[in-house]
């Protein structure tokens, strides 16, 4: 596991960016964090760094956001999601195979369907208002 703490929401759109640069395409990120951590902060640095121009916002009336660049990003907000019926509604697993990255905000309400070789990324409040420590699984960074 690494640990990578950001300051700024800038940072965190920085790190996202960086973490972009590891994608092939197939990937899926889940975010595991309460509101307000940054999680489309990092979901928008993470598309700019695929060259995704459109504003990425957060899909949380819509589940599913959809963004076109270097690889396809199927932006995923699970906040209401509260079981298996409302899981499949959303077409999450099809999407699992169209080749494309998968982030999920909210991942801890659909932790079961998670597939296992998933890159996790816990979001916790830093010591600091702005400061935000991620603590990475299953990606070198």
Known sequence: ???IITSSSEETQALGEKIAEKLNGGEVIALFG???MGKTAFTRGLACGLGIL???SSPTFALVHEYHGRLDVYHFDMFRVSGWDDLYST???DYLDSGGV???EWS???EAAIPEDATRI???QGAQENERIFRIEGMKI
């Open 54 to 56: 459109d504003g990425v």
């Open 102 to 104: 998968i982030v999920i």
């Open 1 to 3: 596991m690494q640990e």
């Open 34 to 36: 309460p509101m307000g």
């Open 122 to 124: 816990e979001i916790k």
């Open 91 to 93: 077409g999450f697993f």
């Open 108 to 110: 801890e309400n659909i």
